[in-house]
């Protein structure tokens, strides 16, 4: 159709089917909701982030850990290689600084050490209710382990999020 100028005008209208939207939309949602591909870079940050924090008593967490009891340090220097609070052997912040033992799926990540049964882990963090055992907060996430989640998972973000604009054939 002429205009007055003589231009040729254009008019383009689409309905995409409501269906195809709906299938489009939930693809986009198990794309972004499937962090398979952040966990094994993930994992190993996060396992070092609480070695730093036992090495730094907490106080990365904002919690200063209390000292041993008299008793306890005078049992511990028997047959511990360290008087620090939470290292006995050292090995618990070896395997940590080398890098946990990460599983993982789609939408979950667990970290863990090798070759034990971290029964006391739990105590160790919080505390027991009798208060033989005082709390020392290690397992909470430090300034650098949140940067390092916000970087990766944003990352993840912004990749689903140009795949979707790619297979849409939209420009990025």
Partial sequence: MAGESGAFNYS???RPSPFALVEMYRDLADDMADFS????RLGPLLGK??????????SGLGESW??????????????????????LTGE?????????VVSSGPGFLQIGLRGKKWIRNPALNFGTVDGDLPR?????????????????????????LDEAATRMGSPK
């Fill in 12 to 14: 383009f209208e689409t």
């Fill in 37 to 40: 591909a952040v966990w094994p």
């Fill in 49 to 58: 982030g609480l070695g730093v924090n036992i090495t730094a008593q907490g």
């Fill in 66 to 87: 209390p000292g041993l009891s008299r008793p306890y340090a005078r049992r511990k220097a028997k047959v511990a290689r360290s008087g620090r609070p939470l290292v």
């Fill in 92 to 100: 618990t912040l070896r395997t940590l600084q080398k890098g946990p």
């Fill in 136 to 160: 020392r907060a290690y397992m909470g996430f430090n300034a650098q382990m949140i940067r390092d989640t916000e970087r990766l998972m944003g990352e993840h973000v912004e990749k689903v």
